[in-house]
């Protein structure tokens, strides 16, 4: 039953683990502002078809959370392999704030020498010199963005005969190659109000047709938001994740749902996911995740939760009412005063082989069946996460099924010098 389990969490959202990269950090003296930012940026990513479900993210770099201006991070690598479709070259992300005058930036770029496809039997599909720049911003007068990318060559090699230069690919105008695929340039996704600013610059998108992958080159988002007065948040919640296969491949996090930097003004925000059947071994019961914070000129609070009605792994092993919940506040004089726990927190029933049991704090272990570790709890800078349920399938490939997970921090804001 657990190799079954295993199989049947391997069909389901996974991810490829990328070679740990080099990263470089450097700061340009930051300085505090009075907007959230943020910003990240990655190489490629592949979904569906018979590449994995979702690839590794090559040169992934982020700016979490922070109202300083000045910081500036590049993370890069020379050469990624993209399992059975081809390979990258030469990816670079940089992510950093500014404030220049009156104007304060969050930005985002990433670059690529050259993105290879090869893999169709009727050619090889190459790129070079792919860019993509994400910038939001407010000037003074209000909150605005800019996006752009930019691709230098586009070529395509037949297995017999020269390579062909093709035209390069507009908004309106996507360049389809005959059995192969077709290049879509990507508009920037932008969203702009009286209270801040997102612009999502996705660079490429390349449908294989042989494989029936969806390849996302050069990607990059910035952020920028008012409403940071105490603090600044950082935390998501996710009812479903974990990995079919050690550390190799990773399940998705679903449903996923992320705090802003700012919070959400006191309003819960949530999202729902129905049950899933993962090839008849698996069966989780609906799963929802939920996300609130607020901040005054005194105190800064939040909650993150997510629940699964129930899992089901192939009649032998039930447990019912998962739920996963952190909470988090910043207060007291210069808000250096911290609360974190985990109030909220439950699980419900536990079925074995039609038996209810009691799940022991310290965990169970089923022989044969699986390991449960009950509400994992992680102290964290400024925060705590939690993980309500995890379980292990004991067949040898380390799959793990983690349920309820929550994740929040409160960073105190940096005082603002004018």
Same mark, same amino acid.
């Given at each position: 039953m657990a190799a079954a389990v295993a199989l049947a969490l391997a069909g389901t959202s996974l991810t490829v683990a990328d070679a740990a990269p080099a990263a470089q950090e450097r700061s340009t003296n930051p300085a505090a502002t009075p907007f959230a930012l943020k910003s990240w940026g990655y190489g490629t990513r592949?979904? /569906?078809?018979?590449?994995?479900?979702?690839?590794?993210?090559?040169?992934?770099?982020?700016?979490g959370c922070t109202n300083l201006a000045g910081i500036d991070k590049t993370n890069q690598v020379a050469d990624v392999a993209l399992p059975g479709l081809g390979?990258?070259?030469?990816? +670079?992300?940089?992510?950093?704030?500014?404030?220049?005058?009156?104007?304060?930036?969050?930005?985002?770029?990433?670059t690529i020498g050259k993105v290879v496809l090869s893999d169709s039997p009727l050619g090889t599909l190459t790129l070079s010199a792919v860019s993509t720049t994400a910038h939001a911003f407010h000037d003074g007068?209000?909150?605005?963005?800019?996006?752009?990318?930019?691709?230098?060559?586009?070529?395509?090699?037949?297995?017999?005969?020269?390579? !062909?230069?093709?035209?390069?690919?507009? $908004?309106?105008? $996507?360049?389809?190659?005959?059995?192969?695929? +077709?290049?879509? @340039?990507?508009?920037k996704k932008a969203n702009t109000s009286a209270n801040g600013a997102?612009?999502?610059?996705?660079?490429?998108?390349?449908?294989?047709?042989?494989?029936?992958?969806?390849?996302?080159?050069a990607h990059a988002v910035a952020q920028i938001a008012r409403g940071a007065t105490v603090g600044v948040f950082s935390g998501e919640s996710y009812a479903i994740g974990g990995n079919a296969a050690g550390d190799i491949v990773r399940l998705g996090r679903n449903p996923l749902m992320k705090m802003p930097c700012q919070g959400t003004?006191?309003?819960?925000?949530?999202?729902?996911?129905?049950? #899933?059947?993962?090839?008849?071994?698996?069966?989780?019961?609906?799963?929802?995740?939920?996300?609130? =914070?607020?901040?005054?000129?005194?105190?800064?609070?939040?909650r993150e939760r997510s629940r699964v009605a129930s899992i089901n792994l192939a009649g032998a092993l039930q447990v019912t009412g998962i739920v996963g919940q952190v909470n988090v506040a910043?207060?007291?004089?210069?808000?250096? +005063? #911290?609360k974190a726990n985990t109030r909220g927190s439950t699980l419900g029933r536990l079925i074995v082989n039609g038996e209810t049991r009691t799940l022991p704090a310290q965990g169970l272990e089923i022989p044969g069946v699986a390991k449960?570790? $009950? !509400?994992?709890?992680?102290? @964290?800078?400024? =925060?705590? +996460?939690?993980?309500?349920?995890?379980?292990?399938?004991?067949?040898?490939?380390?799959?793990?099924?983690?349920? /309820?997970?929550?994740r929040l921090v409160v960073k105190r804001l940096n005082k603002i010098v004018h």
């Amino acid at each position: 039953m657990a190799a079954a389990v295993a199989l049947a969490l391997a069909g389901t959202s996974l991810t490829v683990a990328d070679a740990a990269p080099a990263a470089q950090e450097r700061s340009t003296n930051p300085a505090a502002t009075p907007f959230a930012l943020k910003s990240w940026g990655y190489g490629t990513r592949v979904q /569906g078809g018979q590449a994995p479900a979702q690839s590794g993210v090559p040169a992934y770099e982020v700016i979490g959370c922070t109202n300083l201006a000045g910081i500036d991070k590049t993370n890069q690598v020379a050469d990624v392999a993209l399992p059975g479709l081809g390979t990258i070259s030469g990816v +670079k992300t940089r992510v950093w704030t500014t404030r220049s005058g009156g104007v304060v930036s969050s930005w985002a770029e990433n670059t690529i020498g050259k993105v290879v496809l090869s893999d169709s039997p009727l050619g090889t599909l190459t790129l070079s010199a792919v860019s993509t720049t994400a910038h939001a911003f407010h000037d003074g007068s209000g909150f605005k963005t800019e996006a752009n990318t930019d691709l230098a060559r586009l070529q395509f090699k037949p297995p017999v005969g020269p390579a !062909m230069d093709l035209p390069l690919p507009t $908004p309106s105008q $996507p360049v389809e190659i005959p059995q192969v695929g +077709k290049v879509i @340039i990507a508009h920037k996704k932008a969203n702009t109000s009286a209270n801040g600013a997102q612009v999502f610059a996705n660079g490429l998108k390349i449908r294989l047709y042989q494989t029936g992958s969806v390849v996302r080159v050069a990607h990059a988002v910035a952020q920028i938001a008012r409403g940071a007065t105490v603090g600044v948040f950082s935390g998501e919640s996710y009812a479903i994740g974990g990995n079919a296969a050690g550390d190799i491949v990773r399940l998705g996090r679903n449903p996923l749902m992320k705090m802003p930097c700012q919070g959400t003004n006191g309003v819960v925000r949530h999202r729902e996911l129905g049950g #899933l059947d993962l090839g008849g071994q698996v069966v989780v019961g609906a799963a929802s995740s939920s996300s609130v =914070g607020d901040q005054n000129a005194k105190r800064a609070w939040g909650r993150e939760r997510s629940r699964v009605a129930s899992i089901n792994l192939a009649g032998a092993l039930q447990v019912t009412g998962i739920v996963g919940q952190v909470n988090v506040a910043r207060f007291g004089p210069n808000r250096t +005063k #911290l609360k974190a726990n985990t109030r909220g927190s439950t699980l419900g029933r536990l079925i074995v082989n039609g038996e209810t049991r009691t799940l022991p704090a310290q965990g169970l272990e089923i022989p044969g069946v699986a390991k449960l570790e $009950p !509400m994992v709890t992680t102290r @964290i800078p400024g =925060g705590i +996460k939690v993980t309500a349920l995890r379980i292990t399938v004991l067949d040898g490939t380390g799959a793990v099924i983690e349920l /309820g997970n929550a994740r929040l921090v409160v960073k105190r804001l940096n005082k603002i010098v004018h």
